[in-house]
T-cell receptor
Framework: DAGVIQSPRHEVTEMGQEVTLRCKPI?????LFWYRQTMMRGLELLIY????????DSGMPEDRFSAKMPNASFSTLKIQPSEPRDSAVYFC??????????????FGSGTQLSVL | GQNIDQPTEMTATEGAIVQINCTYQ??????LFWYQQHAGEAPTFLSY????GLEEKGRFSSFLSRSKGYSYLLLKELQMKDSASYLC????????????FGTGTRLQVFP
């Protein structure tokens, strides 16, 4: 299995531009998570999906952020308009619900976003 | 509310033993995870505890005390490649699937 695939690996954009981050989860996984990581705040959960349905988006910072999962193999996180404070590493992770509730997250390589 | 505390940085010597502590205060509890993250890379799973006690896996062990809201990760026979950040994460409610991470402990191993 190729693991969780994210694109792009790096994104540099100017303030006000739209940014779209993409994620392909591991085939067969039923949960997908979007996290943001900064030095100050660590890994923050933004939103997660179960079977393509958004379950909890309470971590999405504001209306500029939106996420979709149109099918089991693809998700996007969009920022419009982007601001310098959005600069961070954005991770996508997927997991498969297990009986023991010990399911671990498999992370993608992340997207390093820089908003100038 | 939810609060997970870890030391920000630690240093140790190759071949030594190091213990990384994690304390948590959450509205509920259903499992604690440790992840390892090398610089510039994604976090990878290390261990899982849901019952009190010690879980051993090779050079790494993880301990949990639910009554104290406390866990530690023990790394033995340290190697240079163990230099990384170690993230403590808690699942705070059986009915949700959210994993809340601490800010991580950056461990540097010196020769």
């Amino acid at each position: 299995d190729a693991g969780v695939i994210q694109s792009p690996r790096h994104e540099v954009t100017e303030m006000g531009q739209e940014v779209t981050l993409r994620c392909k989860p591991i085939s067969g996984h039923d949960y997908l998570f979007w996290y943001r990581q900064t030095m100050m705040r660590g890994l923050e959960l933004l939103i997660y999906f179960n079977n393509n349905v958004p379950i909890d988006d309470s971590g999405m910072p504001e209306d500029r952020f939106s996420a979709k999962m149109p099918n089991a193999s693809f998700s996007t996180l969009k920022i419009q308009p982007s601001e310098p404070r959005d600069s961070a590493v954005y991770f996508c992770a997927s997991s498969l619900r297990g009986r023991g509730r010990n399911e671990k997250l498999f992370f993608g390589s992340g997207t390093q976003l820089s908003v100038l | 509310g939810q609060n997970i505390d870890q030391p920000t940085e630690m240093t140790a010597t190759e071949g030594a033993i190091v213990q990384i502590n994690c304390t948590y205060q959450t509205s509920g509890f259903n499992g604690l995870f440790w992840y390892q993250q090398h610089a510039g890379e994604a976090p990878t799973f290390l261990s899982y505890n849901v019952l009190d006690g010690l879980e051993e896996k090779g050079r790494f062990s993880s301990f949990l005390s639910r009554s104290k809201g406390y866990s530690y990760l023990l790394l033995k026979e340290l190697q240079m490649k163990d230099s990384a950040s170690y993230l403590c994460a808690v699942r705070d409610n059986y009915n949700t699937d959210k994993l809340i991470f601490g800010t991580g402990t950056r461990l540097q191993v010196f020769p």
